[in-house]
C-alpha cells in the first residue's frame, strides 16, 4: 500500500502549498468526466483512487493529523483508522476547499481484505488505460486508420495502414509501454523489445512511447538512448527504433538524441495533446 505522501508524489517535508498542488493535479487524473468512456470497472477503480487522495490530502493538510501520521510511518506501521476531514476555521482569505469525495465510495481502513484490497491493488490500470486510449486517438489523428496488433511486452502497438506518398516519409509504428519508472534498464529493455518486434515496413521507424510517473536523470536516459544507437543491429532491424520518455504528469516528451522528423512531429503531437486538454 503506498504511503500518502507516495500517492501524492510528495516528499516527507513537502510544505502545506505543495500538497494542495499536488493534490488538485492528481485528483484532476480520475475526474468522472476523463473515465466515463472506460467502463464501469474502471470508473469504480477511479473513485476508490480519487477517495484514497483525498484522505491523503485531508490528512497531510491537518497538523494534528499530520503529525500523527508521520509518526506512525517512523514506527513501522501505517494508521488503521480513516481521518475524518480537518476541522475548518472559516476566513475570509481562505482558500477554496478541495472538492468533496462522496461518503459512500470511500475505501475501508487499511488492512482490510476483500474486494476494495484488490481494487487498489489493481487501481493504476485505470491511469495505463486513460493513456492508451489518448494515444490511440493522437495516432489514428495524425496516420489515420491505424491497425492494433498484440505485440508482447507493450501496453498497445499501432501500425498504420496507409502506405507512404512518392518521396515521402514513412509513418512511425507506434508502441505504448507503461512502466513506474523510466530509467536506462527500462529503455534497454523497451528498446530490445521493439527491435525484434518485426512491426516495421521499409524505412519506417518504430517509436517506443515509455510512460512513467518516476523519471531518471537526463544524462542517463541519453547514456541508454546512444548505447543502443551503437549496438550492433540485426540485417532485419528496423532502420530508426526511438524510445522516447513521456512524463504521466504534464505528458512532456524525453526524444532521444538526434531522432528523425518523423519521431519528433509524433512527440510535438503528444506534449500539444496535454496543453489543449
Given at each position: ?13 513537502a ?33 476508490t ?60 481502513p ?11 491493488a ?22 489515420g ?14 501500425v ?10 514513412y ?41 512513467a ?23 532485419d532491424?528496423?532502420?530508426?527504433v ?10 512532456s516528451?524525453?526524444?532521444?538524441r ?17 496543453r489543449?486538454?
Amino acid at each position: 500500500m503506498k504511503s500518502h505522501y507516495e500517492l501524492l508524489s510528495l516528499t516527507p517535508a513537502a510544505d502545506a502549498d505543495a500538497i494542495k498542488k499536488a493534490f488538485r493535479r492528481e485528483i484532476a487524473r480520475y475526474h468522472p468526466d476523463k473515465v466515463v468512456h472506460l467502463g464501469a470497472e474502471f470508473q469504480d477503480m477511479a473513485a476508490t483512487r480519487a477517495a484514497e487522495l483525498t484522505i491523503a490530502y485531508k490528512t497531510l493538510s491537518d497538523a494534528a493529523l499530520r503529525e500523527e501520521y508521520d509518526a506512525s510511518i517512523a514506527a513501522g506501521t501505517l494508521p488503521t483508522h480513516v481521518p475524518q476531514a480537518p476541522r475548518p476555521e472559516a476566513r475570509d482569505d481562505q482558500e477554496p476547499a478541495p472538492p468533496p469525495v462522496e461518503p459512500e465510495i470511500l475505501p475501508p481502513p487499511l488492512g482490510t481484505s476483500g474486494r476494495f484490497a484488490s481494487e487498489r491493488a489493481d487501481r493504476d490500470l485505470i491511469l495505463k488505460r486513460a493513456i492508451v486510449g489518448r494515444v490511440l486517438g493522437i495516432v489514428e489523428a495524425l496516420y489515420g486508420k491505424i491497425e492494433t496488433p498484440t505485440v508482447s511486452g507493450f501496453d498497445l502497438a499501432m501500425v498504420p495502414i496507409a502506405k507512404p506518398r512518392f518521396l515521402g516519409a514513412y509513418s512511425p509504428r507506434v508502441l505504448v509501454k507503461v512502466v513506474a519508472t523510466a530509467d536506462a534498464a527500462a529503455i534497454t529493455e523497451a528498446y530490445g523489445a521493439a527491435s525484434r518486434a518485426r512491426l516495421h515496413a521499409g524505412k519506417s521507424p518504430v517509436v517506443v512511447l515509455l510512460f512513467a510517473r518516476t523519471i531518471a536523470p537526463q544524462t542517463e536516459l541519453s547514456r541508454a538512448n546512444e548505447a543502443n544507437a551503437r549496438g550492433r543491429k540485426a540485417a532485419d532491424s528496423p532502420e530508426e527504433v526511438a524510445v522516447v520518455v513521456v512524463d504521466n504528469a504534464d505528458w512532456s516528451c524525453r526524444p532521444p538524441r538526434d531522432c528523425s522528423i518523423a519521431v519528433h512531429k509524433l512527440t510535438d503531437e503528444i506534449c500539444l495533446s496535454r496543453r489543449s486538454s
